[in-house]
């Protein structure tokens, strides 16, 4: 019942991950580094969020680093509702 946090690992050119939820809990997505994330309306996140109830199972998202291993780009491949809260 509590929440999940996932800290990116340092990032670099080549890195790429997914993440899937899979439990009806919240799981914040962190980076290790601070604001490097990009995701939808937020070119400078520091973390994402599974966190809207009814809206986290199922929940999916592909990061993969930039070229120049400066920023995590965002792949939100969730189906449905899910709900990604952007801090």
Known sequence: TATVNITLPTIAAGLAM???VVADQTMTITSAAGNDI???NDASAS????????AKVGGRL????????TKWL??????????????
Do not use: H
Request: aromatic content about 8%; glycine content about 14%; cysteine-free.
């Open 62 to 69: 592909w990061l993969r680093a930039n070229p120049a291993g």
């Open 38 to 40: 990009v995701a939808f």
């Open 74 to 87: 965002v792949d939100n491949q969730s189906a449905g509702a899910n709900t990604i809260t952007i801090v």
């Open 47 to 54: 973390s994402l969020s599974f966190a809207t109830g009814g």
């Open 18 to 20: 997914g993440i899937v």
